[in-house]
């Protein structure tokens, strides 16, 4: 196996690596140059037709993407400890917690970033799509909404069960929130023990 | 098991659905009736805080939502036929393709519905969001081209590997798609015949 992963912070790369720490699993790595746009070149490209990263090359030469999907393969090779779950109920409600936390918290933070952040205007711009700042403003709200939303869903230390890879997507998240100006809402305690809990966690430091 | 299903067509309820048929598996369904809005009621919501279906009810009497997490605590049920994959690298092929079709397709489906569809607009009205019809059309644009890029990517005669849930997935999408008057491009032929291909198996008529 060897990762391509990136040479700055951004949320999807960590998963991976945290997700390797917590398995206690290493794989050589070769580190994108994002500034130097490197994951749009031809090479790249050819790992993975979207031009992002993480990528993962497995041995037999192919290449997999998606960071939730490399984590799954690493799984299925080295199921322990199970961060997917390992009964049925636990493997559902960990992937609901999953796909929740990216589709309600991520895909707001996500328009925001791509039509508010001044760190996207000039690839926005070079890329030909249009920014709707005011549309970002209102994902603004909603982002704010469901994290206090996220907030009232938290019944114990971690977000679906015991520790899991729902922790580890929703932590990518929160920070990316907290990066972009969206921090953890004043009255969502729950979410904030959450975090600091999680945040300690030697492989939140991957 | 209890399914909550709905009452009208929708892309999430339908994979579950056809998810079951291709299992050959019957679950006990009750018909949320949308147009009566009882998937906002009290009792729905107690059963998914996000007062969406579909729900499955478990035989302990909690809950599950998501679609695609109902379909994985089914497969791990009940794993022949295995529709999300049985080896380390179909596992994590069919997630990236499920992952691809949702966020590259569906995403972009979703902001054209929500902001320009006729039949969505006094959902939003009464629920204070506002509609921004150009930004769904830069979404109607880069939908088609998503569409376009899907088609680029087929390789076999199904989206990854043997027929899975990943085909799943994305017939409820390119259906929806049709739906809203975004159709399969003309020149997308490898996807037309993989429409057809799966348009044509009992399990889609679920």
């Known amino acids: 196996m060897k990762l391509y992963d990136e040479n700055m912070p951004a949320p999807n790369p960590r998963r991976v690596r945290m997700f390797l720490a917590e398995k206690g699993l290493t794989v ?24 992002q990263v993480p990528v993962l090359e497995l041995d037999d030469g192919s290449t997999l993407s ?56 000039a ?35 971690f977000i679906a069960g015991d520790f899991s890879a729902a922790d580890i997507v929703a932590l990518s998240i929160v920070d990316f929130g907290a990066f972009i100006d969206i921090p953890i809402p004043p009255g969502a305690r729950r979410l904030r023990a959450w975090h600091e809990r999680v945040s300690k966690r030697r492989s939140a430091k991957a």
């Open 66 to 121: 998606e960071s939730v999907s490399i984590c799954r393969y690493i799984e299925a090779l080295h199921p322990e400890p199970p961060l997917f779950g390992r009964t049925p109920k636990e493997i559902g409600t960990i992937d609901m917690w999953i796909r929740r936390v990216e589709m309600q918290v991520m895909v707001p933070l996500g328009a925001v970033w791509v039509n508010c952040h001044p760190a996207t205007e």
């Open 123 to 157: 690839y926005m711009k070079a890329m030909g799509v249009k920014r709707f700042p005011d549309y970002g403003e209102q994902n603004r709200a909603r982002a704010f909404n469901r994290l206090e939303w996220l907030d009232s869903q938290m019944e114990g230390d």
């Open 28 to 51: 050589p790595t070769v580190r994108v140059q994002l500034g130097k746009g490197e994951h749009k070149s031809p090479s790249h490209i050819a790992r993975n037709a979207l031009g």
